[in-house]
């Protein structure tokens, strides 16, 4: 890839690993939450508490939190999490869940 042209000098391309250091410090996001985004198509919202999810309107926030519109939304989130290493658990309207004060470490995957 070649880089861009800035004057007289010749910028060096962005590689991929610096490329997510770049967005990781310019929004937040980290590595998991962009490479969801390229396999999911649609962003990973960070930090949702969970309380509006649960009939209870407890509960901490999630590391992750995706809100699927479709069975393959869900598939691909399932997968992106999986290869990453991950943990996720589905939801459906959040009836009967209680989720602790201190969150959900991993994805939630909302159907």
């Known amino acids: 890839m070649p880089g861009a042209e800035i004057g007289p000098w010749r910028a060096a391309p962005f590689t991929e690993s610096a490329l997510a250091e770049y967005n990781t410090a310019m929004d937040g996001r980290d590595e998991f939450s962009l490479a969801f985004e390229r396999a999911v198509g649609k962003p990973v919202s960070l930090g949702l508490a969970l309380a509006p999810y649960s009939s209870f309107r407890i509960g901490g926030p999630a590391d ?48």
Do not use: C, H, P, Q
């Open 64 to 111: 992750y939190f995706f809100e699927a519109v479709s069975g393959e939304e869900i598939e691909k989130a399932v997968r992106a999490a999986r290869s990453a290493g991950v943990r996720f658990y589905v939801i459906g309207e959040g009836t009967n869940l209680l989720f602790a004060d201190d969150g959900y470490r991993g994805l939630i995957i909302r159907s």
